[in-house]
């Protein structure tokens, strides 16, 4: 049961992830302002993409890992943790505070996966009854 709490706060985890990584993307072309410096970075992403795919892909295949053992969901559920509100404080300092129900809709997997991953950490530092 743990383990496919841990899986599914992982998969509710990607939508923020992503979106927090196009913005950090979108804030570094705006303030670059230099066409040649974006077509050079541009190059420079092309190389390193097989590189840093693979690293993420390892990175994804240890976080699913991580829900077969206790010790490792423990850890991996921390980072998570963290990863998440890193996002959530990313997007929202970009975006600003939603404004309508719609739009507070976004972030609702993000806090459901934060609560699930919280869940995990919390019930494992509870003390158990007698």
Known sequence: ???????????????????????????????TRNVFTLLYQLVQVFA?????????A????????CAFFPRGRLAGAGMLVALNVAALVV???????????????????????????GTLLLRRHRPRAA
């Open 1 to 31: 049961m743990k383990a496919l709490a841990y899986l599914v706060g992982l998969l509710l985890s990607a939508p923020v992830l992503a979106f927090a990584l196009g913005v950090l993307a979108l804030g570094h072309a705006i303030a």
């Open 48 to 56: 390193w993409a097989l590189p840093l795919t693979a690293l993420a």
């Open 58 to 65: 390892v990175a994804l295949v240890a976080l699913v890992a």
């Open 91 to 117: 997007v929202l300092r970009a975006t600003g505070l939603p404004r309508e129900g719609g739009e507070a809709l976004f972030f609702l997997p993000t806090v459901v996966a934060v609560g699930l991953h």
